[in-house]
Every structure is written in structure tokens, then in C-alpha cells.
């Protein structure tokens, strides 16, 4: 059983000289975990590549994309714009985010009942409204606190939301680890604030070659939510 978790680990370790150090050591006592929502605790609905086209056009969506293979912060990259333009870019990626809303699917929720299980804190920060975060709790029916929506600025990722929710459960960054699906939002959030990250990869689209020198890399990856329990028991003090 102990080489089994030992391999299912290393296949979702990347072994990085700073990962290396944080895991190989005693281990941490872990008391959050954050999440992100969007494509982590909810299925992906939104179809961020038509938002991107609709806000950019497309030859300018095709241009960013290949300088940025990590992905697009639309959010940044229309901060600067004409007030006018503005407005109507985000009008556009609330037209998006409310299909999403429509459509949106809960991931299984059986990781938060271990957390619980364990008195480990959850937390949520998303680039979405706080709208579709009220919508969440409501049909997920467990509360994440705090549950930061873009409202809270700066937003992901910038590590300042994740360093709220640390300081306003009085642990220190190294005692969380941020889960989500963005090598750009979430992993970058993470590791500026000085977590844990995972990354979420369920359809194995960072082992692409272009992700190879990206900025910020987790310290742990994984192909679903289930996975995360071998992540958090192998490497971690879950005592309560």
C-alpha cells in the first residue's frame, strides 16, 4: 500500500529544486486549503476561448495567445482601456459568466467532508462576480469563508486575496495550499503568496511543451479532485 501512494504521488509531484525542499522535509501541518472555483469546484461550463474572441477579435486573440502560452488575463489586459471600451468589454465577459451561471455543475463535494473530518479551513477566490459565488453556495449547500469574488481587489493573480484569507485565519502562508486549474491565476497566486499550490490538469493540457518555462509551477499536479487526498496525506500533518 505505502509503494502504491508513493508512485500515485510521484506521478503528480513536479520535482522541482524549491518543491523538492518544502516536501522532502518534515511535514507541514496543513490548516486551509483554498480553492478556486471556476474549472476546480465546478465543472468547466464557461467557454472562455469564444470570451476572448468576442472582448479581443479575433487576430488580436490569436496574437496574445501565442505571446502568452500560459493563457490570457483578460481582466489586466482591458484595465488600461478607453472608459467606452471598457464598459462594453465588460459587458461581454458578464454575457459569458451569466451562460456559465446557467449552466453550472458542481464537482463532488466528498474532499470537503474530509477536510471537515480533519478541521482543515476552506476558502474560495475566484475571477468571477460575487453573484455566481452567492449562486455556488447556494447549490453547493457548504460555505467556503472567506470566498473572495473579483470584487476584492487586486484580484488573482495577485497573492494579495490569498494573503487575506491567511490573515484572516492567523496561519502563516506555508500551513495552505491553493488547488486550482490555472497555471496564470492560480498557481501564480499561490506562489507569490508563499502556499502550497496544486494544480488541476484533467485533461493533461500543461504537459504541452509550451508550459515548460512558465513563470510559476506548482508543487504538486493532479487529473481530478479525488487525487487531491493522496496529495494532502502523503505530505502533510493532517492531525486535527
Given amino acids: 500500500m505505502q509503494l502504491l501512494l508513493s508512485n500515485t504521488v510521484k506521478a503528480f509531484l513536479f520535482l522541482f529544486p524549491h518543491s523538492k525542499s518544502k516536501t522532502m522535509s518534515a511535514k507541514t501541518r496543513l490548516k486551509g486549503v483554498v480553492f478556486d472555483m471556476d474549472g476546480t469546484l465546478t465543472v468547466p461550463v464557461i467557454d472562455f476561448a469564444a470570451m476572448y474572441k468576442a472582448v479581443l477579435g479575433d487576430h488580436e486573440y490569436r496574437r496574445i495567445k501565442a505571446e502568452s502560452p500560459s493563457g490570457i488575463d483578460i481582466l489586466k489586459h482591458i484595465e488600461n482601456w478607453p472608459s467606452e471600451k471598457q464598459c462594453k468589454a465588460y459587458d461581454t465577459i458578464a454575457h459569458y459568466e451569466r451562460l456559465g451561471i446557467d449552466r453550472l455543475q458542481i464537482m463532488p463535494a466528498e474532499l470537503c467532508g474530509f477536510l471537515d473530518s480533519k478541521k482543515i479551513r476552506r476558502g474560495l477566490i475566484t475571477r468571477n462576480v460575487k453573484s455566481a459565488v452567492d449562486l455556488f453556495h447556494e447549490r453547493f449547500g457548504i460555505e467556503f469563508s472567506p470566498a473572495l469574488s473579483r470584487e476584492f481587489r487586486p484580484y488573482k493573480p495577485s497573492p494579495a486575496p490569498l494573503l487575506h484569507i491567511c490573515s ?40 504541452s511543451p509550451e508550459y515548460a518555462n512558465v513563470d510559476f509551477k506548482p508543487d504538486f499536479k493532479v487529473t481530478s479532485l479525488d487525487e487531491v487526498y493522496s496529495v494532502l496525506e502523503v505530505n502533510f500533518n493532517l492531525s486535527p
Wanted: proline residues 2%; glycine residues 10%; aromatic residues 8%.
Fill in 168 to 207: 484572516a485565519w492567523e496561519v502563516q502562508p506555508n500551513e495552505v495550499i491553493m488547488i486550482g486549474d490555472s497555471l496564470k491565476d492560480d498557481v501564480a497566486c499561490g506562489r507569490q503568496a508563499g502556499t502550497f499550490t496544486c494544480l488541476l490538469d484533467q485533461t493533461g493540457r500543461y504537459d
